[in-house]
């Protein structure tokens, strides 16, 4: 097992003059492409394997969160069954089974992730359910990457957070709130998946009436966790809905400008500067980018 201190991976921090003249902000990207796994995911799944006693971990995921609860598992001797989409891109499902995990594919039209994940955790009787995002456990794990944000001692005036089940944001507006910091913690959601923009909103989880098939696959969420609701609803001081466009308008933006491979959703707070400039012009902001797992088809077909 690799020693707790050494299994999280620092975040790496991008200073991109050019990409900040194109977006008339302060930029400076915190990027999760190179923790393991290649996403953030990996801070909340290692925080569950290491925290729950079960032998057996099932989780679902489109992919970022199946490979991170594949690989922590692995670190933590323990065995993992992910359920994914029929549709989730190859390169996660192969890097998930490369990992050690056993995967169940779904048509998510026929059954539902929560619902395949309930049906194999019956059958098993002894394994631990780890949601991606709707776990105090996964919060926690994601709120190590707030930390670090705060312990750069930099004056962001706002944070950029991409939205997906919402446990990313979730961690990182719970670590700026207990640090008392003045920085302001926005979502970064796809439009064409904008349930979290609507809760808070409308001030209660509104609940999309299936999977939204938006380019950015790590949003691909039915609606925000109860868990993290709690969090976004008292320390989220937006969620700037993004378009098609704009997201893939983001990949090309971090390729070109800031020299950084990223997946779609990872590029949705870059994305939700486009969106709505004004928000954050001439500030000091920190977009975070989530992960950097892309198909290669995908990423031609932004990038060009």
């Known amino acids: 097992m690799r020693p707790h ?12 003059p050019r990409l900040s003249q194109r977006l008339g902000a302060q ?14 995911k990996f801070r909340a799944a290692y925080n569950v ?46 890097a998930v089974r490369e990992y050690g995990a056993t995967v169940d594919l779904i048509n998510v039209r026929d059954v539902s992730r929560s619902e395949r994940v309930q049906q194999l955790a019956a059958a098993s009787g002894e394994a631990y359910v780890a949601s991606p995002y709707d776990d105090s456990l996964v919060i926690d794990g994601n709120a190590s990457l707030g930390g670090e944000l705060i312990a750069l001692g930099r004056a962001f005036e706002a944070i950029v957070v991409p939205v997906g089940g919402g446990g990313l944001i979730g961690g990182i507006a719970q670590s700026v ?3 008392n910091a003045a920085t302001k913690v926005f979502g970064a959601e796809p439009a064409l998946a904008n349930d979290a923009a609507r809760s808070l909103r409308e001030g209660r989880i509104i609940v ?3 999977e939204p098939q938006t380019i950015a696959d790590g949003a691909r969420t039915v ?10 609803r008292e320390h989220v001081a937006g969620i700037v809905e993004v378009s098609e466009e704009q997201i893939r308008e983001g990949v090309r933006l971090l390729y070109s400008l800031a020299n950084l491979k990223v997946e779609p959703t990872g590029a949705l707070a870059i994305g939700a500067l486009l969106a709505a400039p004004d928000l954050f012009r001439d500030q000091q902001v ?17 990038i060009e």
Request: glycine share 8%.
């Open 49 to 94: 394997a290491l925290h729950v006693p079960n032998e057996h971990i099932i989780g679902a995921s489109s992919g970022n969160f199946g490979q991170a609860l594949a690989y922590a598992c692995q670190l933590t001797g323990k065995r993992c069954t992910v359920v994914m989409p029929h549709n989730s891109a190859q390169v996660k499902v192969e």
């Open 5 to 16: 201190h050494e299994a999280i991976r620092p975040t790496t921090i991008i200073e991109a």
């Open 208 to 210: 999309n009436e299936q």
């Open 286 to 302: 920190c977009c975070v980018v989530s992960g950097g797992n892309v198909d290669a088809a995908v990423y031609r077909q932004c």
């Open 223 to 232: 609606s925000l966790g109860q868990h993290n609701w709690a969090i976004i």
């Open 27 to 40: 930029v400076v990207v915190a990027s999760e492409t190179f923790q393991w796994t290649g996403s953030f």
């Open 177 to 179: 709130a207990r640090a």
